[in-house]
């Protein structure tokens, strides 16, 4: 089946330090790649996404690269601010025929100090 | 254009219980689909409904249902509650049938007593 690997946190950082979060997928198939991320109290916001191979998503500073060779999909963001304090999920959805399967990895919380 | 919309916000229950969970899409988006958040078990999916019809669905006993309308806003009921069902319910809507894209609601958060 599909399934989704995250970096265990919680990751704790100081302001302006560099992010990385670790992802690896494995699926039947070539799906989509998302990131979402979960502030305390509220539901899941698109971050960015990536659809094919060698794609790289960005948004608000963070990036994250499509490698198909090594099944990964890490996020990154070069400089940290205290108001990226949050929870990370990356995901990946297929479609098997007609039913879509979003598929999730377990959150990375991050914090970050000032 | 307003976003996903989930209600109740809040709800408590009692072990035995059943409750219903109403989600809005995202006006325009006919696919709606159900995840279950625990700290446990992180966010797993429930099922998914296109056009009034359930596309696919999760790996959940049937207490679990849901059902869509013409006009694309969808329920889901849980019966005979139990103390594990305790959860944030998440609703996310999609505008096809085949976009990978899902926005999400803010979420239904369920306590089970």
């Known amino acids: 089946g599909n399934s989704v690997t995250q970096m265990e946190g919680p990751v704790t950082l100081s302001e302006e330090a560099f992010l990385t979060i670790n992802c690896t997928y494995t699926a039947t198939g070539y799906p989509s790649l998302f990131w979402y991320v979960q502030y305390p109290g509220e539901g899941l916001q698109l971050l960015l996404k990536a659809t094919k191979a060698d794609d790289k998503g960005s948004n608000k500073g963070f990036e994250a690269t499509y490698r198909k060779e090594t099944t990964s999909f890490h996020l990154e963001k070069g400089s940290v601010q205290v108001s990226d304090s949050a929870v990370y999920f990356c995901?990946?959805?297929?479609?098997?025929?007609?039913?879509?399967?979003?598929?999730f990895g377990s959150g990375t919380q991050l914090t970050v100090l000032p | 254009k307003a976003g996903v919309t989930q209600t109740p916000r809040y709800l408590i229950k009692t072990r035995g219980q059943q409750v219903t969970l109403s989600c809005s899409p995202i006006s325009g988006h006919r696919s709606v689909s159900w995840y279950q958040q625990t700290p446990g078990q992180g966010l797993q999916f429930l099922f998914e409904y296109f056009s009034e019809t359930q596309r696919n669905k999760g790996n959940f006993p049937g207490r679990f249902s849901g059902r869509q309308f013409s006009n694309s806003r969808s329920e889901m009921n849980v019966s005979t509650l139990e103390l594990g069902d305790s959860a944030l319910y998440l609703c996310?809507?999609?505008?096809?049938?085949?976009?990978?894209?899902?926005?999400f609601g803010p979420g239904t958060r369920l306590t089970v007593l």
């Open positions: 996310a809507s999609a505008a096809g049938s085949h976009d990978n894209e899902q926005f």
């Open positions: 995901a990946l959805s297929l479609f098997s025929g007609s039913a879509r399967q979003l598929t």
